[in-house]
């Protein structure tokens, strides 16, 4: 195995537990990666808002990876940089899916603003991973809406997704996690593991050097671009068949046991 210099953690399903804690050996492992010099990065679909309360936790993360690739954060430098979806195509995709899917449930994500023409009901709430206190979409009128150049664009309830991909798939990303029921869009040069390259070129890491732990399709393109993916217990197949190793679940501190085994 090369020499591990840096490690990639997704949060939801990967490093942080059902419960969406992060449990004592999970983050003494993190941590004990970062005192021996490896570099700890966090890429995942969540906005800013909902990852930096767990991301508060362990300070010693710099590097932060939001909305799949459309916004990296760097807290030492005080950078952002942001990729959204042209407003025109926004409007596009907006006018297909009330047109061919009316009961979806569409949101947008603007720089860590998040709305919606219509309330998501309480029952619904999980797929987003909002909890009771967390914030909800602002709730909005369709001309603000279609106004909006998104970072990203929310699906819910959307089973036929594959339209959206043969309709706009040469301008955005789109990706379905959660068993399918959460589709989410954002513009085709924003991806986890186009925004891990930049950081990695800033830090000044060779991707066979990076270890990255994910669970989800959104992780794919991060597992076949680093030099060692491990696939969580609670992964998709998908992850596990391009994975170099398959470590315990999240609810079972997967990320520990495989740092303890490979890095430290």
Same mark, same amino acid.
């Given at each position: 195995m090369s020499v591990i210099q840096a490690i990639v953690l997704d949060l939801d399903g990967t490093l942080l537990g059902s419960d969406k804690s992060i449990s004592t050996r999970n983050y003494q492992a993190v941590k004990k990666c970062y005192e021996s010099g490896i570099h700890i990065i966090v890429a995942t679909a969540r906005p800013p808002r909902a990852a930096n309360?767990?991301?508060?936790?362990?300070?010693?993360?710099?590097?932060?990876?939001?909305?799949?690739?459309?916004?990296?954060a760097c807290k030492s430098k005080q950078t952002q940089r942001h990729i959204s979806i042209p407003?025109? *195509? #926004?409007?596009?995709? +907006?006018?297909?899916?009330?047109?061919?899917? !009316?009961?979806?449930? *569409? #949101?947008?994500?603007? +720089?860590?603003?998040?709305?919606?023409?219509? !309330?998501?009901?309480?029952?619904?709430?999980?797929?987003?991973?909002?909890?009771?206190?967390?914030?909800?979409p602002q709730v909005v009128d369709k001309a603000f809406i279609r106004s909006l150049s998104p970072n990203k664009i929310l699906l819910l309830g959307y089973?036929?997704?594959g339209d959206v991909i043969e309709q706009f798939g040469d301008d955005v990303n789109v990706i379905a996690t959660d068993g399918g029921v959460l589709v989410q869009i954002m513009h085709k040069s924003a991806s986890?593991?186009?925004?891990?390259?930049?950081?990695?070129?800033?830090?000044?890491?060779?991707?066979?050097?990076?270890?990255?732990?994910?669970?989800?399709?959104?992780?794919?393109?991060?597992?076949?671009?680093?030099?060692?993916?491990i696939a969580m217990g609670n992964a998709i197949i998908e992850l596990k068949n391009c994975a170099k190793h398959i470590t315990e679940s999240n609810d079972n501190d997967g990320v520990a046991v495989a740092l303890e085994k490979f890095v430290l």
């Open positions: 309360q767990f991301v508060k936790d362990i300070p010693f993360v710099d590097y932060l990876v939001y909305y799949n690739g459309a916004l990296v407003i025109e *195509i #926004s409007q596009q995709i +907006n006018n297909f899916i009330e047109l061919h899917a !009316p009961q979806s449930l *569409i #949101s947008y994500e603007v +720089n860590d603003a998040w709305y919606t023409c219509t !309330p998501v009901p309480e029952s619904q709430h999980g797929h987003y991973g909002i909890h009771s206190h967390d914030p909800k089973s036929t997704y986890k593991e186009d925004a891990v390259q930049d950081v990695l070129s800033d830090i000044g890491v060779k991707s066979e050097n990076v270890m990255v732990f994910g669970d989800d399709f959104n992780d794919l393109g991060l597992f076949h671009r680093c030099g060692f993916p």
